[in-house]
């Protein structure tokens, strides 16, 4: 670095202190004037922190903020002295430190890691986002709350004409910038999005336009907070895990020894946990002989008191022992020996949750009916835009998820309630609460050789389109 350029950052970063410093006293009544707008960046942050976690926020003032979000142990960081009095005096329940972002000094790891509207003050991003590598864990989620660079003529007349606060000249960073410093630094973002379109508590207007018209496609582009996800590159410690893979099994009697000769070694351990579901056949009875037939394999049996899929997968992740989680279909559409492609995705960090996706590779002629396939590739652009993921196939009967992710997610299964039978949504959405990386695996989808479907095209159908009425209620629109 020369001279020169040594000057300009420390007039910079001196610029910002003797800002931050002289706001310190005035930011709490600044911002209960705009206390809509604020507020509705901790309602969104929350919607994603769980109540358990270690929450970091950096750049956080005077702790408003920090102090209404979600998390167990709350810490909060700020280069202005003053600012970090005032946090301490209101509220001393929470770890307050004084420091520069681009030389951390704490030693813990932390859950999630929150840096609204900060960005712009940093003289050196890039140092910022390497530093946070000392309080990040392989698991930890990092949120960055900024202003939308559309938006910058707008927000500098209103420092012209007072309504809001004036400030320092900021970086006014773009998506991609963004990605790439955090890409460079040894992070990967996996979900962004935008909310906002208008900053102030117009009663009805800004209901109206914040809740539902700002979050459709286009227009979204338009709203004044950007939010950006990301997470750490570096895989996990490597090391074998073991797996549970319960295979509901309704009316399939002819396929269960299938799934056990068919079935991949993988992992530290196996266990297999086939659920019967009400069936007709002898499923039931096929299903008892297996422990004994198969004495290599580490098999439990049981059978569902409720109906549906979903309370045949509930019921056997309840019984499980693994370290992961799986689902196998018994109609085996989805072969045996793709498993452990999804153990390994992840195990290696590629994602949080891996869910098949059979709109990849070309099918076998009668795998899935031509009505089927078009009702999968409609919900599949529905939910990818309701998720902010990409989600190209959510009916695909191949699910895989830590069981301390699903213990987590169970927790939170009552923000959703009880509403899907087949269990594939349930997961999805608990995933997509938890904050976890969604990946698509792509598989090659199967015909059936024993039994028929028990999917109806139809009714089934209209139970989807409330699913989508569902999650949008619950995430696009929440």
Known sequence: MTQTEHKLRSKRRRDFFDHFEKLAPALEKYRKRYAYFWNDIVRYCNYFIHEDDSVLE????????????????KTGIDFSPKMIEIAKTNFPEINFYIQDAEDLDLDEKFDTIVLSHVTG????????????????????????????????????FGEFIGIKQKSPRQNWLTKKDLQT?????????YRSTRRVLVPVNIPIISWLLNKFIGRLPLINNLCLNQYMFARPLSTLPEKEYSTTIVIPARNESGNLENALKRMPAFGKRQEIIFIEGNSTD???????????KYPQWDIKIDQQTGKGKGDAVRKGFSLATGDILMILDADLTVPPEDLPSFYYALTRNKGEFINGSRLVYPMEKKAMRMLN?????FFSIMFSWLLEQNIKDTLCGTKVIFKNDYEKLIKNRSFFGEFDPFGDYDLIFGAYKLNLKIVDLPIRYRERVYGDTNISRFSHGFLLLRMVGHAARKIKFY
């Open 58 to 73: 950096i750049g956080c003032a005077t702790g408003d903020m920090l102090s209404k979000m979600n998390g167990k142990k």
């Open 121 to 156: 003050y940093f003289v050196d991003v890039l140092n910022v986002f390497n530093s946070l590598t000392s309080v990040c864990h392989s698991r930890t989620r990092i949120i960055i709350n900024y202003y939308n660079f559309l938006w910058e003529p707008m927000l500098i």
């Open 181 to 189: 410093f955090l890409y460079i630094a040894g992070y990967e973002t």
């Open 282 to 292: 002898d499923t039931w009875s096929q299903m008892q002989q297996l422990p004994s």
């Open 373 to 377: 396939l078009l009702g999968n590739k």
